[in-house]
């Protein structure tokens, strides 16, 4: 499957690029992440267990990143696997300054398999669009307070588009379960 | 007495399978039974680096697991594939290893890698996830029309081409091209169906410590072919050491013929933990891992006149295995599908190519009609699109090259012995009222609708089959079948068959003939089938065999029984044996009264006491006790159903659906035994067909993913997705058998596709589409439509 979309941060490219890369930030926006651990630079582990339907699922998420270019773009290899199946793919997101702030622009390249391809195919495009926006909504919303922090004496009033429906559907059920599945996709996004 | 062979005797079985009664392989639970639950593959292709069977070992419940390492080290044979097909440079066809645990590599999702046994099925699952498995992804193959440049799957089978096979004279058919005045063409699709019988596979195997005999009650069509392979290349457990009981079962449609990595598995553990086993496949493991039928893709060509005589046909097809070679998936694209893609016509010069490809998707094998519904949709489309761009009426241009004289010597391989193709298609034209089309589609095209007609026209060979003809052909087993019947001192008869019931009526349709043979009623004949304990042997059901060799079976065994009968009857009677006549249920001395019944007969073969001191034996000197005979029963030749289909669709243009309006079927079944039991085979082949022309699609994504693995994306076809069938018959009596019988499972999903097809591409126009032609294709191929009419106006 093939994703793409972009996201507008209020905070400077600089900014964004170093909050995307704070493990302990990370692991706050990622959905039942027990453990997120920095292994190097360029590579990540982490871990989440939880209720996935039917199954007491524990997915562990292997990320590596590639062909840095700070704080302007990189490429992120991830896999996942969890006895309900597995996801890989590839990521490109590039950070632009824009007008008031950071776009970030994403593309993946992801396949899944196992029981999550046989028995959810139909609902995975879906799903993991929902998920990208679900998590930078989350993820906004964390770093937002630690730039007030950071640059207390920046006047500019800071913006986190957070879309409020979206934190309903976070609480969901069905949808955090679907997440956890998506964690590898998830992956991508908190590191981007 | 009135005949049974042609009444509408209702099914004996149904009172049990409709009340709940039925008793099925997961019915079965023996005490102190472990529950097996298979560690799969996510992957369609990989490398398998290590498995890691610790923590799933301690977790609760778990009596052992094991891997194809265990399976190795125990020599446990592979999964077999029945036919050997030489391609058309002579040489032998490639096929890989097919352990029953994948040890080294894995080459399709679902293929099972280690099994589980624990003591409840909760805990066998939770284990199973807890066994590791560390794979190295390999890039799959999975389109069966690229796959012969895809990376090698198994090593040594360059292309991935298992054989490369030719049928007919290729110099013939270019000779005869080169003087046609038409060269009609198609490509075509036949794509790739789940069997999906009612009832998943499963297993019970229940191992004898003292006996050290293996009971393996499992769904399969052929209980005694699943032992014998599993004696013969499994080297599970001697035959004399092996039971396979199948028990009734609810639907094969081909998929349950093979013997299966689980059942292999389970009857080898059973051995080895020493515990009854029980499996029950998940619908989705049936999705995964039941042989899959069709997929070919097709390029056909007919050569014609303008006169619409048919002059040469040529068949291009790629017909995919999947990543192993089963039981009949190397012969279903090949003897089941060439000789039949001529269709029922005269056509002097014909050649049919099979490249048979192996990709990384579930293996195909026999699906009801096995090659010969391919065949069909190839030759039928062609007619259709001939008598299209010829400008002639389609059931004309068909009678135009219909043999009418019979036997008729086919172009490829077969001599069919009797019918009448003519016949049959007026029968369906009148049936179906043809002439009345044009007004219909008006009043559809008044509502806004588009109303499309589609003929086709049949034959098969079935009955499957000679085994001078198919071990000749390279099947690896003669295709007879055998009978037994007893005639008990009590009067009543049991009828043991090597054919097995999984929803044909045999209970009813083999009691029917046994009862006339034998003058006695229904009700005293038990037909006894699906262990191999009882009763001969057998090779199964499949390919419209069963009534057709193994009802001819029960009738020589009958014949048998009367004629000992008669000898026994005529010492009682102290005439002798040309004396006496049987006509039902009695032996009567020819101008007397005087007579004896065959049950008093059969109780006098029994040697029952007497104290009369005068007592002198019934037996005739040399006779022996019992009133017990046999029968292995090999034809001469195929049998050769053949008819013609006749459907309206009916398209809305708004949302692409199909209807189907009205659908005949005009059918020679030879002489038909049970009208009821027919009328029930027709309807539910035609179903199975339009379920495949319009609903049914089989989808791996890129990796091979199986992404229509549940019902929410494999669409079954429903009852309200048809009309009522209006079936029509014809017979003419097959000569290969005393009953004249021809066989009727598989017609209807045989002719039903390309009926299908043909109405819904008259409806669109003639604009080809691929099956299924579901609502979205449909539904863009209208917009295409009503542009060019746009333009046109």
Known sequence: ?192 | MASLVGSRVERKEDKRLLTGKGRYTADINISNQTYAVFVRSPHARAKIKKIDISKALKAMGVVEILTGAEIATDKIGGLIAGWAIRSEDGSEMKVPANPPLAKDSVNFVGEPIAVVFAESLDEAKAAADLVNVDYKVLKGVINTAEAMKGETIHDGIEKNLCYDWLLGDRKAVEEAFAKADKIIKVDLINNRCIPNAMEPRACVVDYNTASEEITLYTTSQNPHLSRLIMSAFGGVAPENKLRVVAPDVGGGFGSKINVYNEEIVCSWASKKIERPIKWVAERTESFLTDTHGRDHVTHAELAVTNEGKFLAFKNETIANLGAYARVFGTVTPTYLFGPCATGVYIIPAAYTNVKAVYTNTAPVDAYRGAGRPEATYTIERLVEKAAMELGIDRTEIRMKNFPTEFPFKQTLVHTVDSGDYVAGLQKAKQMSDYAGFDARRKKSEANGKLRGIGVSSYFEACGIAPSAVVMSLGCGVGLWESSEVRFNPTGQVSVFTGAHSHGQGHDTTFAQIAADELGVGLEAVDVVHGDTDKGTFGMGTYGSRSLAVGGIAIVNACRKIVAKGKRVAAKMLEVSEDEIDFKDGEFIVSKSNKKKTIGEVAFACYLPGSRDSDFKSPLPEGEEPGLIESSFFDPANFSFPAGSHIAEVEIDPETGEVKVEKYTAVDDFGRIVNPLVVEGQVHGGIAQGIGQALHENTVYDETGQLITASYMDYTMPRADNFPDFNLGFTCTHATSNPLGVKGCGEAGAIASPPTIMNAVIDALGGQEITMPATAEKVWKACKVLKKKNAKAA
């Open chain 1, 1 to 192: 499957m093939k994703l793409s979309g972009s996201y507008q941060i209020n905070l400077e490219k600089q900014k964004v690029w170093e909050s995307l890369n704070d493990p302990e930030i990370l692991k706050k926006a990622i959905p039942g992440c027990e453990e997120f651990k920095k292994n190097s630079d360029t590579e990540f582990t982490a871990t989440a267990t939880n209720k996935i339907g039917p199954f007491n699922a524990s997915f562990t998420g292997e990320v590596e990143l590639k062909d840095l270019n700070p704080p302007n773009s990189y490429k992120i290899k991830g896999s996942g696997n969890s006895p309900v199946g597995f996801a890989t793919g590839e990521a490109t997101v590039k950070l632009e300054d824009c007008e008031g702030g950071t776009k970030l622009i994403y593309n993946v390249e992801a396949n899944v398999g196992g029981k999550i391809a046989q028995v959810g195919s139909r609902l995975i495009d879906m799903t993991a669009k929902k998920m990208a926006d679900i998590f930078f909504g989350k993820f906004s919303e964390l770093i937002a307070p630690e730039l007030k922090v950071f640059k207390p004496d920046d006047g500019t009033q800071i913006q986190v588009s957070m879309n409020k429906s979206l934190e309903n559907l976070f609480n969901k059920k069905l949808v955090y379960s679907l997440i956890l599945i998506f964690l590898t996709f998830a992956g991508y996004y908190f590191l981007a």
